[in-house]
Every structure is written in structure tokens, then in C-alpha cells.
């Protein structure tokens, strides 16, 4: 394949989906999500733009699912030019003594611990030229945000710590900060807030793209 291949995790809504669509027109795509119609429905989009996908839908907290993945990745492209990782869990707002043992174990097991298992998997089809990026969401230490700020501040610790040790060996890792977004996370931290003051994914992949392009070349 001549065209460059970018893996997304996430990809079935919100700023995945996004940069899914965004991506399409120069990278084929490979879609990680674990909602089959949400994939689905992507790909249909993707291909009314001329672009390809392939869909995977796969629970990225399932260490063997992730490592047939990047096999399959390897064995048929030999190696990815990019990495966008955008999934989450969005664990229901609570004070940090009420915060359910379900609701920590999964947003453990999603945010920071897939992501660990991850970096490993993903690096050596990167090698030294691709590119992997991770989004930032500053809420550790807010108040009710203890479980989701947590494992995502986790999430950022590796992100960061891997992008310092690359800097000079590659791959390029980035660390980005969306804008608030009209997306179902924010939904559920802001019910009340009004949704038309907010970027929508679309504008924030608009306003991404170049930086992670720029990074890329």
C-alpha cells in the first residue's frame, strides 16, 4: 500500500471519529472501537469522501485482542505512519470518598492501563519515522473528577514520559489539548452546560489536522 496508514483508537464517535474523517482523504484508516454500528456508520462516511477503513471492532482492554491487531497490522502493511489514541471512559462525577469500585477499575483498565499495554504494541510498527498522538484533559485534582482525572492524568504520564524518551530516536509522540467539545464525555460531566458555545469534534480535527501533519513530515 502507498498510502500512509493510520491506526485510530476510539474512532467509532466524538474527536475520533473526527480525525477518522479528517485523516481519510490521504491515510487509510484502521477504526478501534468496540461499537460495531458506530464503526459501521463511520465507514460509510469515510467512503462517501473516497476514503477506505478498515474496522476493528475490538475491546482495547483485552491485551489479546490489541496484540492480534497490531500482528494483523504488521502482517499485512508492515508498519503504521500514525497513532491517534482518543478513547476513554468518562467514569460518573463523584466525591472522591463515594467513587464505586466498578467505576475506578474501569476507567483504570480504559484510560490507563490499555494505554500501557498499548505503547508497547503499537511502537515497533511506528519505528522511527511514524507518529503516535494522545489528547490531553487537565481535570486531576478537581473536585468530583477523582476517578476519570486520575487515570487520565495516568494516561498523560506515560504519554509524556515516552515522548521525552523518543525525542531524538523517534517515534514522534504528541501530546495535544482539544477545546471543549459538544461530545457525550462532556455531556456527562456538563449536563446543563449550552452545547452551542462548544467546538464539535468536526472543527476541533479541522483545527488538529495540521499540527499532526506538520508533526508527521
Known amino acids: ?26 491515510h487509510h484508516i484502521v477504526a478501534v472501537a468496540r461499537t460495531t454500528g458506530a464503526l459501521e456508520e463511520l465507514d460509510d462516511r469515510i467512503k462517501s469522501v473516497g ?32 497513532w491517534l489514541h482518543t478513547a476513554i471512559h468518562a467514569a460518573p462525577l ?3 470518598n463515594f467513587v464505586a469500585a466498578k467505576d475506578w477499575q474501569k476507567s483504570m483498565a480504559i484510560n ?7 505503547i508497547p504494541y503499537v511502537a515497533p510498527l511506528l519505528g522511527q519515522t511514524g507518529q503516535a498522538v494522545f489528547f490531553e484533559d487537565p481535570r486531576a485534582g478537581e473536585k468530583f473528577f477523582g476517578a476519570y482525572g486520575a487515570t487520565k492524568a495516568a494516561q498523560m504520564s506515560l504519554a509524556n514520559s515516552w515522548r521525552i524518551e ?20 462532556r455531556a456527562r460531566f456538563f449536563p ?3 452545547r452551542d458555545a462548544l467546538a464539535s469534534p468536526q472543527q476541533e480535527a479541522a483545527r488538529l489536522l495540521p499540527q499532526i501533519l506538520t508533526a508527521a513530515d
Do not use: F, Y
Open 1 to 26: 500500500m502507498t498510502q500512509k496508514l493510520a491506526l485510530i483508537t476510539g474512532a467509532s464517535r466524538g474527536l475520533g471519529a473526527a480525525l477518522a474523517e479528517a485523516l481519510a482523504p490521504t
Open 51 to 82: 476514503g477506505s477503513a478498515t474496522l476493528a471492532p475490538m475491546d482495547i482492554t483485552v491485551p489479546e485482542a490489541m496484540a492480534t491487531l497490531c500482528r494483523g497490522i504488521h502482517d499485512r502493511w508492515g508498519q503504521l505512519n500514525l
Open 94 to 96: 463523584s466525591p472522591a
Open 112 to 118: 490507563a492501563t490499555a494505554t500501557s499495554v498499548l
Open 166 to 185: 523518543t525525542a531524538k530516536t523517534g517515534p514522534k509522540v504528541q501530546v495535544l489539548t482539544p477545546q471543549p467539545m459538544a461530545t457525550a464525555v
Open 192 to 194: 446543563g452546560e449550552d
